[in-house]
């Protein structure tokens, strides 16, 4: 069994492994790891966990150790510069005329590397401001690119939940949404609504993916005849968190609505699924007529 925890480098963004066996460590602890650049200070953003896993094999490698006083001040030193870094860059852009928009700022350990992250609306020719800044600093330059949500995850804001941005505190990696998780949610299409901070569509779409395909694999669509204690029915609109159904029974006169539970009426439709038909029930003939067809309209 090896002690693993989880670290960030930024206030947000993605998590990395190491193990951490022989210390007490806690949510919001720094401590000291090996990176590629050398020596850097993380946060720890969960709890050590036990784990029975080969860490050589995962490749995961241990902490340093506890970031001591002079650490978290080198730190915080650190950070001020690449404050002070990203405002000289941004005045660069503006001499230049870059239609670009800065959004964070790395500083390797040593200040031998300096990495602007910046987002734009097609490709930029950044070649003299690389010139400029390399002038500035005395420091190898990087200039990379990133899309809306990784500028949201580096910015950081609140959803209109009511709390901060997922990509900010617990999501990884930035999964698959498309306009189709919203129509299987019976959502409205509408950007207002589905779109967040990024102004991409909003990566909880995809948490109640499983569940919704949970749901629609067992209740009926919009249009299906279902039995009901009532007799044959139209299905016209299906509630998937309550699983409610909504039936019609048409008539020459009026149409009547009712709502039922899907527990209540599942037994009376053992072998209905979305896209099916039903079969042989045993209640049928108290149920409805042998001329009715339950066949999809």
Request: with cysteine.
């Amino acid at each position: 069994m090896s002690k693993i925890v989880n670290v960030r480098f930024r206030s947000a963004g993605k998590t990395y492994r190491f193990s951490c066996d022989g210390y007490t460590l806690h949510v919001g602890d720094s401590v000291m790891v090996k990176t590629e650049q050398g020596l850097d200070l993380a946060h720890v953003c969960d709890e050590p966990y036990e784990a029975d896993i080969d860490t050589e094999a995962q490749g995961i490698v241990p902490i340093k150790g506890i970031a001591t006083e002079a650490d978290i001040k080198q730190y915080e030193d650190k950070c001020r510069s690449e404050k002070e870094a990203l405002a000289v860059c941004a005045g660069f852009v503006e001499k230049r005329g870059l239609q670009m928009n800065l959004v964070d700022c790395v500083i390797s350990e040593g200040g031998k590397k300096i990495t602007f992250f910046f987002t734009a609306d097609g490709r930029v020719d950044f070649r003299e401001l690389v010139k400029d800044l390399a002038s500035s600093f005395r420091s190898r330059i990087e200039l990379r690119q990133i899309g809306s949500r990784d500028e949201a995850r580096l910015i950081g804001g609140i959803g209109m939940c009511g709390r901060e941005l997922c990509c900010c505190t617990f999501l990884n990696h930035f999964a698959t949404v498309n306009l189709k998780l919203a129509r299987s949610q019976g959502l409205s299409l509408n950007p207002g609504k589905l779109n967040g901070a990024c102004g991409r569509l909003m990566c909880c779409l995809q948490f109640e993916k499983e569940a919704y395909d949970d749901a629609h694999s067992r209740l009926p669509v919009t249009g299906k005849k279902i039995r009901t204690p009532e007799g044959v029915g139209i299905v016209s609109d299906v509630n998937y968190i309550e699983e409610v159904i909504t039936v019609k029974f048409p008539d020459d006169n009026d149409v009547q609505m009712n709502k039922y539970p899907w527990a209540s009426l599942e037994p009376l439709n053992p072998n209905l699924s979305q896209g099916g038909k039903c079969g042989s029930c045993p209640m049928k003939s108290k149920h409805y007529p042998d001329d009715v067809s339950l066949e999809d309209n």
